[in-house]
């Protein structure tokens, strides 16, 4: 019997961690404006919605094994109403895909 060493990575780089958030977060911006076009109209959605990183973290050791980071964003899209969206996410290693588990709307 043969055994052949292979090395498996549970750890995404830094990087591709956030190009998925980047990914992420542009897709929800579109389904949130979609979905406000949808129930009214375009003319309550901002000419370029965006989206604000409030925080991000990545973690190590331990603290890494289930969620390899977190972010806090906030979402700007509606036109004339001063409301925003804040949702928070978390980076699954396991999944390796961001995972939305929060969201609120606050006034600004």
Same mark, same amino acid.
């Given at each position: 019997?043969?055994?052949?060493? /292979?090395?498996?990575?549970? *750890?995404?780089?830094p /990087? $591709?961690?956030h190009e $998925?958030?980047? +990914?992420?977060?542009?897709?929800d911006?579109e &389904?949130?404006? +979609?979905?406000v076009?949808k129930?009214?109209?375009?003319? &309550?959605?901002?000419? *370029?919605?965006?989206f604000?990183?409030?925080?991000?973290?990545?973690?190590r050791?331990?603290?890494a094994?289930?969620f +390899? *980071?977190?972010a806090?964003?906030? /979402?700007?899209?509606f036109?004339?109403?001063k409301?925003?969206?804040?949702?928070?996410? $978390?980076?699954?290693?396991?999944?390796?895909?961001?995972?939305?588990y929060f969201?609120?709307?606050?006034?600004?």
């Amino acid at each position: 019997m043969v055994i052949i060493p /292979f090395l498996i990575s549970c *750890a995404d780089p830094p /990087f $591709r961690i956030h190009e $998925r958030l980047e +990914a992420t977060l542009q897709g929800d911006l579109e &389904n949130m404006v +979609a979905q406000v076009i949808k129930g009214s109209s375009d003319t &309550n959605v901002l000419e *370029a919605p965006y989206f604000v990183i409030r925080d991000l973290r990545e973690f190590r050791g331990d603290t890494a094994k289930k969620f +390899a *980071a977190y972010a806090e964003v906030d /979402f700007y899209y509606f036109k004339d109403i001063k409301i925003a969206e804040k949702r928070k996410y $978390r980076y699954s290693t396991s999944w390796h895909y961001w995972d939305r588990y929060f969201k609120e709307l606050f006034y600004y």
